[in-house]
């Protein structure tokens, strides 16, 4: 019974952890979907510039003057885009890092539920095989204790036998040898 309590507390305690493992690894790749919108939303901007650049770049008549006004603001995006990209860099790493820990962690708690599973199977065919001795053990007991009682109880018909036998050779009197070596013989397996 005992084995048995300890056996459903560690299932208990393994889906626990097994489930605390789930949501982590959920919730990071929820992290790792927003850093992904991130990233495209940079990406957007990128174009977005790109296409600003290209205007000014690629026109027959590039307009100086307006470029001159825009360029503090094209840096400033550059900026922070660059930041941003950074930023995103630096997260991206610490969840592939935290998704590794949690895969480590899982199989690591995995091969510890095997290893727990099959010291757990082998206690239990060692406690069937001490359940299975020891009720032979009892049988065998039981077994004893019936034919000891059934050769007392025959050792006793046999004894009243010879007493009565005694008893009739006593009253018929015809060989008083005989009666002392059937008393003699009856004190000895006494």
């Not at 199989?107 to 099959?118: F, P």
């Not at 204790?145 to 046999?158: F, L, N, P, V």
Request: glycine share 2%; hydrophobic share 35%; proline share 1%.
């Amino acid at each position: 019974i005992e084995v048995f309590k300890i056996s459903i507390l560690s299932t208990l305690l393994f889906k626990t952890i097994q489930e605390a493992l789930k949501r982590s690894c959920l919730d990071t790749t929820k992290q790792e979907a927003a850093v992904l919108a991130e990233m495209t939303e940079m990406n957007n901007e990128m174009k977005i510039l790109r296409n600003t650049l290209d205007k000014y770049f690629l026109s027959p008549n590039p307009d100086i003057s307006e470029f001159q006004k825009e360029e503090d603001m094209v840096r400033e995006k550059f900026h922070g885009i660059q930041q941003k990209l950074l930023h995103i860099s630096t997260r991206q790493n610490r969840i592939h890092e935290k998704l590794k820990i949690l895969h480590s962690v899982e199989r690591s708690m995995i091969e510890l539920q095997n290893l727990y599973d099959k010291q757990l199977g082998e206690l239990r065919q060692t406690e069937e095989k001490l359940l299975k001795d020891l009720k032979e053990q009892r049988i065998r007991r039981d077994k004893a204790i019936s034919i000891m009682k059934a050769e007392r109880s025959h050792q006793d018909w046999a004894t009243a036998k010879l007493t009565y036998t005694i008893e009739l050779a006593e009253d018929q009197k015809d060989d008083d040898t005989f009666t002392q070596d059937l008393s003699q013989f009856l004190n000895g397996l006494k």
